[in-house]
């Protein structure tokens, strides 16, 4: 049986850029120890992301508390700021979207917190504002980001930008990424 052409390519290019991961080992690396610093320093994680990149933040958020691959480590402080329809909405309507994160990130970060956010544009405003506010409380700022970065990569302390202008394969890198940066964590932290 033949399959349409367009499928075998978007395989091709997802295996393409999740390849091209290698080059930004370094940097995951660095994000993977500033998180687990922060964790074992007393600190917490917070999360963030629209859409599938929500998906994404609350999946590294829940492994954190719960469990990624191991049942004998003790639980690990991470929030995921876009998992609470109730605060989201409450904000949205009080304010408007573009603060909901921003508002959380005042009300749950502390000095020497980590935020991540998930952005396959880099140009969400809601993200952008967070990365900000996150800075301003003394916290660093991380971002999974994807085509070139977007204008949420000149807030963000660490970042690993996919190297791909199509949304699909940034969101599959951004989860290979995810599961290496909870494995590093998990090797370090018990």
């Known amino acids: 049986m033949d399959h349409p052409k367009w499928m075998a390519e978007n395989i091709a290019d997802s295996a393409r850029v999740i390849a091209g991961l290698q080059a930004q080992l370094p940097t995951i690396e660095a994000i993977g120890a500033a998180i687990t610093q922060a964790l074992l320093t007393g600190h917490k994680l917070l999360t963030a992301g629209n859409g599938g990149s929500a998906a994404e933040a609350m999946h590294l958020a829940q492994e954190l508390t719960g469990r990624y691959s191991r049942s004998d480590r003790r639980a690990l402080p991470a929030l995921c700021l876009a998992a609470d329809p109730t ?4 904000i949205a309507n009080d304010w408007d979207f573009n603060t909901v994160f921003a508002r959380q990130v005042d009300a749950f970060a502390a000095p020497g917190d980590v935020l991540a956010v998930f952005s396959s544009s880099g140009n969400s405003e809601n ?14 700022t991380i971002g999974l980001l994807g085509k070139g970065g977007g204008r949420n990569l000149a807030v963000c302390d660490l ?3 996919v190297n791909s202008s199509r949304t699909a394969p940034v969101q599959e890198a951004h989860q290979v990424i995810l599961h290496l940066i909870l494995d590093f964590v998990e090797r370090h932290c018990t």
């Not at 605060?87 to 409450?90: H, V």
């Not at 993200?127 to 660093?140: D, E, F």
């Open 87 to 90: 605060a989201l909405t409450c």
């Open 127 to 140: 993200l952008i504002r967070a990365c900000q506010q996150m800075r301003s409380r003394g916290g660093k």
């Open 159 to 161: 970042a690993v930008v």
